[in-house]
């Protein structure tokens, strides 16, 4: 299923060693960039029982359906990414009484060297199993005739049952919920 029209990708950063890119606010990154596209997303929460799988998880997937356009090298060219980057298994992992706030969880890479992605789980009064908010960051990032150039991208989603999440919680205590169904 596809949520493109919450996850709006905002410029952030810098294209470098000496091009600086300016900072694109949200109205100007939604006339220009396309929306990433939240491809799956998952939460998992275990029984609590003794010697049962003890980890709460969210594990994600998204694509940026944008070609990147980075600066231009030394010699003039552009330097440019493909459309379609994606960044799968992006995963927050927990035990009970802990919280997954306040750090960043890796993506796996899509296995090109043009950058990483990560997931954030915010933190927000009402989070729970079916109530959460997540922030994507994108750092696309190449080297190209000695130079390296980057940009960083952030999108945020909120996910809530039953507009967007779907699931069910099991009498031993086991719940999951993952993207709605479409129609």
């Not at 596209?37 to 944008?66: E, K």
């Amino acid at each position: 299923m596809h949520f493109a029209t919450v996850l709006l990708p905002t410029l952030l950063s810098f294209t470098t060693p000496i091009l600086s890119a300016p900072t694109l606010s949200p109205r100007e990154t939604s006339s220009s960039l396309l929306p990433w596209q939240l491809t799956g997303i998952g939460f998992f929460s275990p029984s609590g029982r003794p010697g049962n799988y003890p980890w709460n998880t969210i594990t994600a997937s998204i694509t940026d359906p944008n070609a990147l356009d980075l600066g231009t090298n030394k010699a003039g060219q552009p330097v440019t990414l493909p459309a379609n980057n994606t960044a799968s298994n992006c995963r927050a992992i927990w035990l009970r009484g802990e919280n997954p706030f306040n750090r960043s969880w890796p993506c796996d890479d899509n296995a090109e060297a043009d950058g990483y992605w990560t997931m954030e789980i915010l933190q927000t009064p009402e989070f729970g199993l079916t109530n959460f908010d997540v922030r994507f960051r994108r750092v696309a990032e190449v080297g190209s005739l000695g130079q390296r150039f980057a940009r960083k991208f952030v999108g945020e989603v909120h996910l809530q049952a039953p507009e967007t999440l779907s699931g069910t919680c099991g009498g031993s205590g086991v719940c999951s919920w993952g993207l709605r169904g479409e129609g």
